[in-house]
């Protein structure tokens, strides 16, 4: 990563460009937005007003990503490594989907 990936992701520019989620979902870009989607919380552009929740969603999620029908966990030593994980991973079969 120091050698390739951040020389060139964290050159210096004279200008940047960059926004929030408040100016993404915010009239500054679009007049008229029908949504806005993203993990549920009060952050949401002030024009759409207050988040409205879905009624027991977050367990919805929490089931999902906790079924073992969907993921998988494994116990690994205490001599563990980023490295030594990301190369389990590389090799794994069934390849991983997601981290």
Not at 1 to 27: R, Y
Not at 72 to 80: C, F, L, Y
């Amino acid at each position: 990563l120091d050698s390739f990936v951040f020389p060139l992701v964290m050159e210096h520019h004279n200008e940047k460009i960059n926004a929030s989620g408040q100016d993404l979902g915010g009239e500054m870009l679009f007049g008229r937005r029908v949504g806005f989607s993203g993990t549920p919380s009060d952050l949401l552009p002030e024009e759409l007003g207050q988040c409205q929740f879905d009624e027991g969603v977050d367990g919805q999620i929490y089931n999902y990503l906790t079924s073992e029908a969907i993921v998988k966990n494994r116990i690994v030593g205490t001599d563990w490594s980023v490295k030594s994980l990301l190369d389990d991973m590389i090799r794994a079969d069934p390849p991983f989907h997601v981290l």
